[in-house]
């Protein structure tokens, strides 16, 4: 028995291998490779010991998705494989709702043949819009969702809700994530982004590595207590055993759950930019600029389902996720990419 990892050799979905091993589950993986690289497997490999699985498909392809069902005894799966950029999804509606949703829907048609009836869904806290105040709770309506990106990733969380309601059988986990920095602490596997980063920490790391300039802060009138955006940082580490959490809750229940996985706890931009300078004992020049269209003043979790529920809650701190990046970054300038 496995569980099967699509977009296992991605940022979040490489620490869900290595954490999942740990937890001792036998795992395997399906990833395109559109946004990965090779060398990820070999990360992997090496941290949890043991030759991984990986089956290079895409997971709109669904020959190839029947083929893993016939070959492997699959009790769940964990579905990372997407697309994740904002501004790349304005820009590429349709390649979005393509990869996004046909992946998901031939994915759980595969499941349904096989009789698979255990998913974890990579969902985001997105999902909440602008409107609903922080912290954010699942009960709370869905927002405005200002992108095709966000709009891929509510209309998946409908798809396997209306899957579970149609198959009582059926159990789908939806979670929203809130924002995932930090890599693993051996300093092996972490966020490589193509091109210039959009993300706060992979583009502080880059100006510490001496690839970019500084940073520019978007916005700093913001009202927060010094003008600049609140978020909830969340160790992937955590996330991923947030994930092993997850499955372990789906194999054991019946049903849709929407979870929020975040530590509850939020810092603007600028407290992330002391605690990487305090953390790793380095400058980060940075430069006040205009606010980025879309941004919101602060979003954070209400994380007490997670732990009621999944019996999970984050460990690492703002200093472990700046010092994990760092050293990611530090012994690795160029990713995976020697
Ligand atoms: C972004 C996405 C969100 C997605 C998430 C995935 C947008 C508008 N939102 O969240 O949909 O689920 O990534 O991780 O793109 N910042 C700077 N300078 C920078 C980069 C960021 O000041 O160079 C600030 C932002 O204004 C924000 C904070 O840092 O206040 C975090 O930004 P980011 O890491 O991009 O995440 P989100 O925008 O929260």
Not at 30 to 36: L, R
Not at 202 to 220: D, Q, R, S
Not at 231 to 244: Q, S, T
Not at 267 to 285: G, K, R
Request: glycine content about 10%; proline content about 6%; overall charge negative.
């Amino acid at each position: 028995m496995a569980i099967l990892v699509t977009g296992g050799c991605g940022f979040i979905g490489s620490h869900t291998c290595v954490e999942l091993a740990r937890a001792g589950y036998d795992l395997v993986v399906a990833d395109n490779f559109h946004n990965a690289k090779e060398e990820v497997c070999n990360r992997i490999e090496t941290l949890t010991g043991r030759p991984l699985r990986v089956y290079r498909c895409d997971v709109r392809e669904e020959a190839a998705l029947c083929r893993i069902f016939e070959e492997q005894t699959i009790e769940a799966v964990i579905h990372f494989a997407g697309w994740k950029a904002v501004g790349e999804s304005t820009r590429l509606p349709l390649e979005y709702y393509d990869n996004n949703l046909s992946g998901t829907v031939t994915l759980c048609k595969v499941m349904q043949r096989y009789g698979c009836k255990r998913l974890v869904f990579s969902s985001s806290a997105t999902v909440y819009g602008e409107e609903n105040p922080s912290p954010l709770t699942e009960d709370m309506p869905v927002g405005q969702v200002a992108n095709p990106y966000a709009r891929t990733k509510l209309f998946n969380e409908w798809v396997v809700k209306d899957l579970c309601a149609a198959d009582p059988t059926f159990c789908g986990i939806l979670l929203r994530y809130f924002n995932p920095i930090g890599a693993h602490p051996s300093g092996t596997m972490g966020e490589d982004p193509n091109g210039i980063p959009n993300n706060l920490m992979p583009y502080i790391t880059g100006v510490a590595v001496g690839k970019l300039p500084k940073l520019m802060v978007f916005g700093n009138d913001y009202p927060t207590p010094d003008g600049t955006g609140i978020r909830d940082y969340i160790h992937v580490v955590d996330l991923a055993r947030g994930h092993v959490a997850a499955v372990q809750y789906a194999l054991a229940h019946t049903g849709a759950e929407v979870i929020n996985l975040g530590t509850g706890v939020g810092y603007s931009v600028l407290d992330v930019v002391h605690a990487f300078e305090e953390a790793n004992d380095l400058a980060i020049p940075y430069e006040i600029a205009p606010r980025r269209p879309g941004d919101v003043t602060i979003y954070c979790a209400d994380p007490s389902k997670a732990e009621r529920l999944l019996g999970w809650r984050a460990e690492y701190g703002i200093h472990d996720m700046c010092r994990d990046s760092w050293r990611w970054q530090k012994n690795n300038p160029n990713g995976y990419e020697e």
